[in-house]
């Protein structure tokens, strides 16, 4: 999943940033690359400690969405999307008996042979849940 997240970087080289959807999530670099790397963790610890807590993961908006706000944090600097694996905080793995159409079965298995970072099925299933619930949430 995606969450966009606004950069600013400072005359001596450095950066900072924080995730408009993420309250409390900041991060920062000596450099605009460190800045980068420094995204990915600061949004994973992040939830990693709601998650820990019980406390509801924020949904992601689309950027489109924040460059419709007057917001004056979203100005001078510049966007970048953070890909977070969300499987970790959905707690534990539960077992489950489900039907489905054969030709859909078979659909879903040919998309993760062909695509590995699915690595399974169950995995492509909850993907594909966690975007359904995206659109109702």
């Not at 997240?5 to 959807?21: I, K, M, Q, R, T």
Request: with cysteine; net charge negative; charged share 25%.
């Amino acid at each position: 999943m995606f969450y966009p997240a606004y950069v600013h970087s400072d005359y001596d080289g450095s950066a900072s940033g924080f995730f408009p959807d993420v309250p409390g999530c900041y991060f920062a670099g000596d450099t605009l690359d460190k800045a980068f790397e420094d995204a990915k963790g600061a949004l994973d610890a992040h939830f990693e400690l709601l998650s820990e807590d019980n406390q509801a993961i924020p949904r992601p908006q689309a950027v489109s969405f924040h460059l419709a706000q007057e917001n004056d944090a979203l100005n001078g600097g510049q966007w970048l999307l953070v890909d977070i694996n969300m499987d970790k905080f959905d707690g534990r793995a539960e077992r489950i008996n489900i039907t489905l159409p054969h030709r859909l079965l078979n659909r879903i298995d040919s998309v993760v042979q062909q695509h590995p970072g699915y690595g399974s099925r169950s995995a492509f299933l909850a993907a594909a849940a966690r975007n359904e619930l995206l659109k109702v949430d």
